[in-house]
């Protein structure tokens, strides 16, 4: 199969499966024992925890593991809401684990408020800045978007939030690894381990420091008393491996920026009415969301997964849904357009060849599925 939805998940990296290898058989003590085997296990977490540190720029104090970027969201998201007042403003194409908390919080009396962003999906200075002069509580932006893959204009919207004295919540979860994510211009800053490579299931808050946040899991106290129970050691020691990759690889992802763009022209030579809903300059390396005029984007995406190849409607947390998708919406799209989005997101293991093949398939299923078309509207 070539895979084409890193957006989603990424095959996880060799480095990441041998440093697993020992915490899934012999090394299976608990951090917490006092004993040799929780000590080694111990040590392992805590070299992970450095090695993810080191990734985005933080202090290794700073990260607090957790199950993944969702639940690090929720704990953002929620857990700074309750130590604090005021409204919760978020932008409207934000992952939906941001928005579901948010709506949370608004349907316990806390007022919410939604930011709204440009055609390509980028946040606005002026209206935040408006809404910063009401003290929100919470500011939750997404350093880059999982569907279209817009990065935002994170220093910006930093300074703003720094000058207003506002806590300001980033989902890294899609630039980690991508881009340069620097956690210093975040209060909180939200990670997942398997988007760069890493193993699904874990994840982490950076949380800087002298930033309060309740617990949303209460028991033994472990990660600083911010997310109890025993720490998935194979997990961690997965992740920690994948950021050492992905840091000492970030520089080469850049070439993807080229592969995508190859793509864009062999979509646009096949079919010269594609539309592209990714922004061209402020937008991930990997990622090219498009939609084909008069096709169907679940439809496209369940033929061509018959020809392996794996491409995504949106966002993997919304695939099979009849609803358009959000972000399409929120950056102008009608509801046709933002039903039949196709998002393809490129990662470390794609390679020329793969995109060449990608688009001789893409060529066929499309003349496939147009020639099916051609009797309706003649007909009609």
Same mark, same amino acid.
């Given at each position: 199969?070539?895979?084409?939805?890193?957006?989603? $998940? /990424?095959?996880?990296?060799?480095?990441?499966?041998?440093?697993?290898?020992?915490?899934?058989?012999?090394?299976?003590?608990?951090?917490?024992?006092?004993?040799?085997?929780?000590?080694?296990?111990?040590?392992?977490?805590?070299?992970?925890? /450095?090695?993810?540190?080191?990734?985005?720029? *933080?202090?290794?104090?700073?990260?607090?593991?957790?199950?993944?970027?969702?639940?690090?969201?929720?704990?953002?998201?929620?857990?700074?809401?309750?130590?604090?007042?005021?409204?919760?403003?978020?932008?409207?194409?934000?992952?939906?684990?941001?928005?579901?908390?948010?709506?949370?919080?608004?349907?316990?009396?806390?007022?919410?408020?939604?930011?709204?962003?440009?055609?390509?999906?980028?946040?606005?200075?002026?209206?935040?800045?408006?809404?910063?002069?009401?003290?929100?509580?919470?500011?939750?932006?997404?350093?880059?978007?999982?569907?279209?893959?817009?990065?935002?204009?994170?220093?910006?919207?930093?300074?703003?939030?720094?000058?207003?004295?506002?806590?300001?919540?980033?989902?890294?979860?899609?630039?980690?690894?991508?881009?340069?994510?620097?956690?210093?211009?975040?209060?909180?800053?939200?990670?997942?381990?398997?988007?760069?490579?890493?193993?699904?299931?874990?994840?982490?808050?950076?949380?800087?420091?002298?930033?309060?946040?309740?617990?949303?899991?209460?028991? !033994?106290?472990?990660?600083?008393?911010?997310?109890?129970? $025993?720490?998935?050691?194979?997990?961690?020691?997965?992740?920690?491996?994948?950021?050492?990759?992905?840091?000492?690889?970030?520089?080469?992802?850049?070439?993807?920026?080229?592969?995508?763009?190859?793509?864009?022209?062999?979509? $646009?030579?096949?079919?010269?009415?594609?539309?592209?809903?990714?922004?061209?300059?402020?937008?991930?390396?990997?990622?090219?969301?498009?939609?084909?005029?008069?096709?169907? !984007?679940?439809?496209?995406?369940?033929?061509?997964?018959?020809?392996?190849? *794996?491409?995504?409607?949106?966002?993997?947390?919304?695939?099979?849904?009849?609803?358009?998708?959000?972000?399409?919406?929120?950056?102008?799209?009608?509801?046709?357009?933002?039903?039949?989005?196709?998002?393809?997101?490129?990662?470390?293991?794609? $390679?020329?060849?793969?995109?060449?093949?990608?688009?001789?398939?893409?060529?066929?299923?499309?003349?496939?599925?147009?020639?099916?078309?051609?009797?309706?509207?003649?007909?009609?």
């Amino acid at each position: 199969m070539i895979y084409l939805d890193y957006n989603a $998940t /990424a095959p996880l990296r060799p480095e990441a499966r041998e440093a697993m290898l020992p915490w899934l058989g012999a090394e299976f003590g608990n951090p917490s024992s006092v004993h040799r085997l929780g000590s080694h296990a111990r040590v392992a977490v805590e070299r992970a925890r /450095a090695e993810v540190a080191e990734l985005v720029g *933080a202090r290794p104090a700073e990260v607090v593991f957790t199950s993944g970027g969702t639940e690090s969201n929720n704990l953002a998201v929620l857990g700074a809401a309750i130590v604090g007042d005021g409204a919760v403003a978020t932008a409207a194409i934000e992952h939906s684990s941001v928005l579901a908390a948010a709506s949370v919080l608004r349907e316990r009396g806390r007022p919410l408020r939604l930011l709204p962003v440009d055609e390509e999906g980028r946040v606005e200075p002026a209206p935040l800045a408006d809404l910063l002069r009401q003290a929100p509580a919470l500011v939750s932006v997404a350093w880059a978007n999982n569907e279209i893959g817009t990065i935002q204009p994170m220093a910006e919207i930093s300074r703003l939030c720094r000058a207003a004295g506002g806590l300001l919540h980033v989902d890294a979860v899609q630039a980690c690894g991508k881009i340069p994510v620097d956690a210093s211009q975040a209060d909180l800053l939200s990670l997942s381990a398997h988007k760069i490579g890493g193993p699904q299931g874990v994840g982490a808050l950076v949380v800087r420091r002298g930033v309060r946040v309740a617990p949303l899991v209460h028991g !033994g106290g472990q990660e600083r008393g911010l997310r109890s129970g $025993t720490e998935n050691v194979a997990g961690i020691v997965g992740f920690g491996a994948a950021c050492r990759s992905a840091r000492e690889s970030l520089a080469a992802y850049q070439r993807l920026s080229e592969l995508r763009e190859r793509l864009w022209q062999g979509l $646009t030579a096949m079919n010269p009415a594609i539309v592209r809903n990714s922004p061209s300059r402020t937008c991930l390396p990997n990622t090219l969301n498009v939609c084909f005029p008069g096709v169907r !984007g679940e439809a496209l995406v369940a033929a061509l997964d018959l020809e392996d190849i *794996a491409v995504s409607t949106g966002s993997a947390c919304a695939a099979g849904a009849a609803e358009p998708s959000h972000v399409l919406l929120a950056i102008g799209c009608d509801e046709e357009r933002a039903r039949d989005g196709v998002r393809f997101s490129l990662g470390w293991k794609t $390679t020329p060849a793969e995109i060449e093949s990608a688009l001789a398939v893409c060529g066929a299923v499309l003349a496939r599925m147009q020639a099916v078309r051609r009797p309706e509207v003649a007909r009609a």
